[in-house]
């Protein structure tokens, strides 16, 4: 049976314990890698062992801290600290397959010391200038890679030129969602009660943010949005949940948008609650509290999980049209789309009409969860990489899966 080996960036341990979109994509796909077996190469944690293993999946997890983590961050290509650990980890275990996320350096300094020994990957879960600038190479730089893998068409149609540039095949895997774990609201009515109760909430209209909270998000909108919401629905509750960070320590960070927000807050004319860090294995239940989803985003999105996980959950959405965002949200089949992503005004319209609607927000909500178990779970997505991986290794000669020519 065959290994794959999954490299996450130095920033945060899998499972996503402290929080990471790809974290958490390795930790769901890499036990559904049917035929396969994983090995998942990242940061060490204190509340998690160096080494252990679950079934087919086993874990190494690097020591990486204090001011070896912040010389690595700031002088990475003079001292790759972190980069050499995976390259010895690698050497020692020998994988079909090396799958790298989200760091093109780390992909190039591999592929140069393996001289072509594995195969490597590099898999973009965001756009290249959401990468800090330590971690991308200069513009118009080749990264010779066996194949680059976008977490959507928008991503690789705009990094095919740049991170994408020298990888012999090109491929769209999107991200997904675990339907067992985010359940369809219409199907199984009373889930989000606790919930409810948790945050003090009653029958009350319940507008959710789900993510970082912060401007580039469109918190700051959303809230702006929210005051014309009331003057239709007083009793409309406006719940963020999440903090404002990821990693250990950083999770309720205060920064200087995250302060205004909250003077903003103790201004507002209605109710706003604000959650602060939500581990992963906790969020599903807070879909289950909310009327509408809301990700009115400010930047050009990859993807975004949670927009997967809303649709999974049976909650309407309403979102920006930045990024990848329509690939996942459609209109008229599980959301609206804003045609303006920093119109305050138009936000607070389509909140008022979902609102105003609860049969459209239900059509919604029921259309996005058939459509996200039929398209987007986790299985589908390991399907696919099998897929990929496979064609990378010649053992679908001819056949290319998801590929882009």
């Not at 903090?243 to 507002?268: S, V």
């Not at 609650?273 to 809301?294: H, N, R, S």
């Not at 975004?304 to 996980?309: A, D, M, N, R, S």
Request: aromatic share 8%; net charge positive; with cysteine.
């Amino acid at each position: 049976m065959p290994t794959v080996a999954h490299v996450a960036a130095e920033l945060f341990p899998v499972p996503p314990i402290r929080g990471g979109a790809a974290e958490l994509f390795i930790e769901q796909v890499a036990a559904r890698l049917s035929g396969w077996r994983s090995l998942i190469i990242c940061r060490g944690d204190p509340e998690l062992p160096a080494r252990e293993a679950h079934g087919p999946v086993r874990y190494i997890r690097l020591p990486l801290s204090g001011w070896r983590f912040r010389l690595y961050k700031r002088y990475r290509t003079l001292l790759p600290f972190y980069d050499r650990q995976v390259l010895r980890v690698l050497t020692e275990t020998g994988p079909d397959l090396v799958h790298v996320h989200n760091r093109p350096l780390l992909a190039q300094y591999l592929q140069q010391h393996l001289q072509g020994r594995i195969p490597v990957l590099l898999h973009l879960h965001n756009l290249s200038e959401s990468l800090g600038r330590r971690e991308r190479p200069p513009v118009g730089t080749p990264i010779p890679v066996a194949a680059c893998v976008a977490c959507s068409r928008f991503v690789l149609e705009r990094e095919r030129g740049r991170l994408g540039l020298g990888a012999q095949r090109h491929f769209v895997v999107y991200n997904g969602v675990d339907p067992a774990q985010f359940s369809c609201r219409w199907q199984e009515p009373g889930l989000g009660q606790a919930v409810r109760q948790r945050y003090g909430l009653g029958p009350e209209p319940v507008v959710l943010f789900v993510g970082k909270v912060r401007e580039s998000k469109g918190v700051g909108v959303l809230l702006a949005a929210m005051s014309r919401v009331w003057s239709h629905f007083p009793a409309a509750v406006l719940l963020l949940a999440g903090g404002t960070e990821y990693g250990r320590g950083r999770t309720d960070r205060q920064t200087p948008f995250y302060r205004r927000l909250q003077e903003e807050i103790r201004q507002a004319a209605g109710r706003v609650i604000l959650t602060g860090f939500i581990p992963p294995q906790q969020i599903a239940a807070v879909y289950q509290a909310g009327d509408v989803f809301v990700g009115p985003s400010q930047v050009e999105e990859g993807l975004g999980i949670v927009f997967l996980e809303a649709a999974a959950s049976g909650l309407p959405i309403l979102a920006s049209t930045r990024g990848g965002i329509p690939e996942i949200v459609r209109p008229g089949l599980n959301g609206l789309l804003l045609e303006r992503h920093d119109d305050a005004q138009e936000l607070a319209e389509h909140l008022i009409t979902l609102l105003s609607d609860p049969a459209r927000r239900e059509t919604l909500g029921r259309q996005g969860c058939q459509w996200v178990r039929q398209q987007f779970t986790w299985d589908h997505v390991a399907r696919r990489l099998v897929g990929v991986y496979e064609t990378i290794l010649g053992q679908r000669a001819g056949v290319e899966v998801d590929h882009v020519p």
